[in-house]
């Protein structure tokens, strides 16, 4: 398995791995936000890779004055093709996304996952993440 950088090349890859994970298609925003995360330092987008063929992908930012912290690094998205799970692609590319987090100069990294979702916060709970300081707060604009 190879990690390496995400490319434009890569994106109708990750784009049917997100589908087959979410049985669902994509849409034109989640395209605009994947396409952002190629050769971008602040929003890093890795792939993994057996014989040419993408396995899974992880996305990432580096927010800069967010939330009080000088520096931090958002672990955004991890998908992994469904017949690939549990096969340790998701650590390897939490790892490497890490790896890129500190070369950036990011010590705290952050995630967001939904409360009911169990195997993620297993996943992460294993990768060492832990509750943070912050609170998720939500508001749902309404059509005026």
């Excluded at 849409?27 to 993408?54: C, F, T, Y």
């Excluded at 195997?119 to 993440?129: Q, W």
Aim: net charge negative.
């Amino acid at each position: 398995m190879k990690l390496r950088p995400m490319t434009n090349e890569d994106l109708a890859a990750v784009i049917k791995i997100q589908e087959r994970i979410t049985r669902a298609p994509v849409s034109d925003n989640w395209r605009e936000m994947l396409a952002q995360h190629v050769g971008n330092k602040h929003l890093p987008g890795i792939v993994a890779e057996n014989e040419g063929k993408v396995m899974g992908f992880i996305f990432g930012e580096v927010k800069v004055g967010g939330f009080g912290a000088e520096i931090s690094g958002w672990l955004e998205m991890v998908g992994v093709a469904p017949e690939n799970m549990g096969a340790g692609i998701g650590r390897a590319l939490a790892e490497e996304l890490l790896r890129h987090f500190r070369a950036q100069g990011v010590r705290d990294v952050l995630t967001s996952v939904m409360w009911d979702s169990g195997d993620m916060l297993a996943f992460f709970k294993n990768m060492g993440f832990d509750r943070s300081p912050y609170i998720n707060l939500q508001l749902t604009l309404r059509d005026d």
